[in-house]
């Protein structure tokens, strides 16, 4: 039954006929049932966290929801946060879809604890890149969606301080994953806070997203918030432009994508950072 239900859950995360959506349900169900039987909090956990991948695709939220709530108390009863940070991150998905965003964010933030606890377990390179940054990826995107949509101003700076919270510590797992040295984590603490720079010295943060890019402007009396409609394919793009046609010493050919990014990236920020000088 274990190979079963790996066999499965493998499937799972590929395209799907609904005709191999019910084979599969049914062997994560039967996974289930002897992984249960056997007091295996940790296979029961993956068999029901799948089960709740698998009706998140079919987009069937209630079973979804259901399933993956189940999976995270399996893994809870297990000690297991190497399964419990993804199903709370697939919680915080699911309640996304259902407009649900402060249980989202809950949910995110759990999800990122657990992460934390066994980062330096999870190995690197693909790992990493697949399985760890996306979640810091989409917990700040979810963020910066509820600033967006927040009126009252003590609540979007808090927001935003999280979110520049979260994007440093994917800074530093990606340090601590690209030198395989746990040493690398000790930067966090000499790391000094915006307000603590300079009264005229402004950080900039830019998460490239999906569908959009944002800025976040870090300056001595609080953080600001700047939406750029420029998807992150499109940035990444033409950075790369620019860098190979920077390497390019005798032509200007570089001009082109360099003044496109100033006006995307810079033009924004000008107003805010001349009213600080």
Same mark, same amino acid.
């Given at each position: ?17 609904q005709a191999d959506a019910s084979l599969i349900a049914s062997l994560l169900d039967r996974a ?7 007091? *295996? ?35 809870? !009863? ?21 407009h649900r965003f402060d249980d989202a964010l809950a949910a995110y933030r759990r999800a990122l ?16 890149? *697949? ?38 510590? !994917? ?9 395989? *040295? ?58 790369? *432009? ?12 570089y001009l082109r994508p360099a003044q496109q990014l100033y006006q995307w990236l810079v033009a ?10």
């Amino acid at each position: 039954t274990r190979s079963i239900a790996v066999t499965g859950v493998q499937t799972c995360a590929l395209p799907i006929s609904q005709a191999d959506a019910s084979l599969i349900a049914s062997l994560l169900d039967r996974a289930t049932t002897s992984s249960r039987e056997r007091g *295996d909090q940790r296979l029961t956990s993956y068999a029901l966290g799948y089960r709740g991948t698998l009706a998140e695709r079919q987009q069937q939220w209630s079973q979804a929801l259901e399933a993956t709530a189940q999976a995270a108390f399996a893994a809870q !009863q297990a000690d297991a946060p190497d399964s419990l940070y993804l199903w709370e991150w697939q919680t915080a998905r699911i309640l996304q879809v259902q407009h649900r965003f402060d249980d989202a964010l809950a949910a995110y933030r759990r999800a990122l604890f657990n992460l934390q606890r066994i980062r330096t377990d999870l190995g690197a390179g693909t790992v990493f890149r *697949d399985k760890v940054a996306p979640l810091y990826v989409a917990f700040s995107d979810a963020l910066l969606k509820k600033a967006r949509e927040t009126d009252d101003k003590h609540q979007v700076e808090a927001l935003l301080r999280e979110v520049r919270d979260v994007l440093e510590q !994917q800074k530093a797992a990606e340090l601590q994953d690209y030198f395989q *040295d746990r040493c690398v984590a000790n930067f966090k603490a000499k790391r000094k806070a915006v307000e603590a720079i300079g009264e005229h010295t402004a950080v900039i943060y830019p998460v490239m997203l999906e569908d959009r890019t944002e800025i976040l402007l870090g300056l001595a009396d609080g953080m600001r918030q700047v939406v750029i409609p420029v998807t992150k394919e499109t940035l990444q793009r033409e950075i790369h *432009d620019f860098r190979n046609k920077l390497e390019k010493r005798t032509t200007f050919q570089y001009l082109r994508p360099a003044q496109q990014l100033y006006q995307w990236l810079v033009a924004p920020l000008l107003a805010e950072l001349r009213a600080q000088h």
